[in-house]
């Protein structure tokens, strides 16, 4: 069964804004739903247990593929979680990558009050762009693209920039 609505995976160092992101689109009616990993991982119990470390759930990621398959095969989901490459193309119409200002983003983690370890890991993240190569190494490069957000401007011309790239999906696929 083909999709009407398409798949979107938003993803990011923790700290980019992808739930503000992913919690805006779902909310202005674009017939998209926000899948928060984190709060699936928990729920459906997709994990090996409690990171003391770092403060994490130690994520199962076949059992979160095989807990979130048939949503997604359904199509109209907005994927919020700071990985990307465990999901199949098949599934993903378009991976959206957040970046943030150093100096912005290290304040957003200090305010979360993270461990020195897990911020600087996620810090070093963000500068070598980790996230942003994995997303171009797993999905095709037509559909990943890089957004800024520093503030609250970015986050409502990303959400613009989103709902267009959406409609036109629609247009050609729906």
Request: aromatic share 6%; hydrophobic share 40%.
């Amino acid at each position: 069964m083909a999709r009407t609505v398409p798949n979107i995976i938003i993803t990011g160092t923790p700290g980019v804004g992808k739930t503000s992101h992913a919690e805006l689109l779902a909310s202005n009616g674009a017939d998209l739903k926000h899948l928060a990993v984190n709060t699936v991982v928990k729920q459906r119990g997709c994990h090996e247990g409690w990171d003391e470390e770092g403060q994490c759930w130690i994520v199962d990621e076949d059992k979160l593929l095989d807990a979130i398959e048939d949503e997604l095969k359904e199509g109209g989901y907005i994927i919020d979680w700071h990985a990307c490459d465990l999901f199949p193309r098949s599934w993903i119409d378009l991976v959206v990558v957040l970046r943030t200002e150093s100096s912005v983003l290290y304040d957003r983690l200090a305010a979360r009050n993270y461990p020195s370890a897990k911020l600087d890991e996620n810090m070093d993240a963000e500068i070598m762009q980790v996230l942003l190569e994995e997303a171009r190494e797993a999905y095709d490069e037509e559909i990943v693209i890089e957004l800024r957000s520093d503030g609250p401007e970015d986050l409502d011309s990303n959400v613009e920039r989103i709902e267009g790239w959406v409609n036109e999906w629609k247009k050609n696929n729906g």
